[in-house]
């Protein structure tokens, strides 16, 4: 048996997908077309949601829709997994029943929409990955709802894509993924910083080192809504009051010392990470990839054993990708399942993957996916 390496379409194959299961499926042509990427966070991990700072890229593996507005208020939403939902726009409002509904028609309740209409939706961003399957659909939905006339126009769609996830869907995030799958450009890391509101785009390319970005989707079930995610983000906020600070960005490491057990594991990563990530992006701009593949590993040690996010699917895959040669590895996400990324040297690529493989195997873990990450686009129209 060989690796699977999940390879993106195309953006012309993506569109004829989506226009082919719209047309059969509503018997008249979309009127508009949009995209949008999955994602991998290269490092600052559980940051967001702390004011902190985090390094996404987009992946090339993106969401497509296409979509008519109609002229009453029905809502019939289709996707290539199958699913027909047909409903009121008055009925996509938070507490409404949970399935993938909440992604796709969740953006027109948090845009105010109130016209219904059609739309199809297909993905080649694995689903349950960790890779953001749900903010792509978010971001191509809010994209060909309301599609912004300039950059400006790019933050709010943003918000309305986390109000989208965090009161429709119900899954508490912090806004990273939204983000990223929003603001992001080609061959560059976006450097979000969540205190002050900015997003740096920082260059990422690794081919021209002979490197790439290996992700390996463990295929462990990963989920953001079973209460583990919302538990470290109380555990944060607990952190935050006895120390008496209107926001974590402003805690140091000394301040881990004040605090006790669990809670002052969970600050110790969340300081240490930003650091991390500062850390990171002198190391990308200097194209000092040992320092950053270090920097990896740091940061999957410190998610692992403080803030005890990651699995055993994903501490194998780290493991076997440094025993095997790789610069740096770590969980990429929320964890708790989901993929690693492995930062290796591209001619080692395939025996990286077989030897994870191998190992998961071995382990009786389920067989991984692989992926290799280019830094992408973020989410626009297609033309006609
Ligand atoms: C998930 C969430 C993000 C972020 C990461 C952890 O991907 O959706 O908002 O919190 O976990 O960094």
């Not at 507005?69 to 409404?96: A, N």
Request: with cysteine; net charge negative; hydrophobic share 40%.
């Amino acid at each position: 048996m060989s690796e699977i390496f999940l390879e993106p379409w195309t953006e012309e194959d993506g569109k004829a997908r989506v226009s082919t299961l719209f047309t059969q499926t509503f018997n008249k042509k979309a009127s508009v077309f949009s995209c949008a990427p999955g994602r991998v966070n290269l490092i600052g991990e559980h940051t967001d949601y702390n004011d902190g700072l985090c390094l996404p890229i987009a992946l090339p593996h993106k969401t497509f829709v296409a979509l008519s507005y109609r002229d009453d208020d029905v809502v019939r939403l289709i996707s290539d997994q199958g699913e027909l939902w047909r409903g009121k726009i008055t009925d996509i409002v938070p507490g409404m029943e949970q399935s993938w509904v909440n992604y796709a028609g969740g953006p027109a309740w948090s845009l105010g929409i109130v016209r219904g209409f059609d739309a199809a939706v297909v993905s080649c961003v694995p689903l349950g990955a960790g890779l953001s399957s749900s903010a792509a659909i978010e971001a191509a939905m809010a994209f060909a709802l309301q599609p912004p006339q300039n950059a400006h126009d790019r933050q709010p769609i943003v918000d309305a894509c986390i109000r989208a996830e965090n009161e429709v869907a119900n899954a508490p995030t912090g806004g990273m993924d939204q983000t990223v799958s929003i603001f992001a450009n080609r061959g560059e890391a976006v450097c979000i910083d969540f205190f002050e509101h900015t997003q740096t785009h920082v260059p990422a390319d690794f081919t021209q080192a002979g490197l790439c970005l290996l992700v390996i989707d463990t295929r462990a079930k990963h989920s953001l809504s079973d209460g583990q995610y919302g538990k470290r983000r109380a555990q944060c906020e607990q952190a935050k009051k006895e120390l008496g600070l209107a926001s974590l960005r402003s805690a140091r490491l000394a301040d881990v010392d004040q605090l006790q057990g669990i809670i002052a594991q969970r600050l110790r990563h969340v300081v240490s990470e930003n650091t991390r990530v500062s850390d990171a992006i002198a190391a990308l701009s200097a194209r000092d990839f040992t320092t950053l593949g270090q920097l990896f590993l740091q940061s999957h040690e410190s998610l692992r054993d403080d803030y005890e996010v990651s699995s055993p699917e994903l501490d194998c895959a780290v493991e076997t990708a440094m025993a095997h040669g790789a610069l740096g590895a770590r969980m990429t996400g929320g964890g708790f399942g989901g993929s690693a990324i492995a930062l290796i040297h591209e001619s080692q690529r395939d025996d990286i993957a077989r030897a994870i493989r191998e190992a998961h195997v071995d382990a009786g873990f389920p067989e991984p996916a692989f992926l290799v990450a280019h830094a992408s686009s973020g989410a626009h129209l297609i033309a006609e």
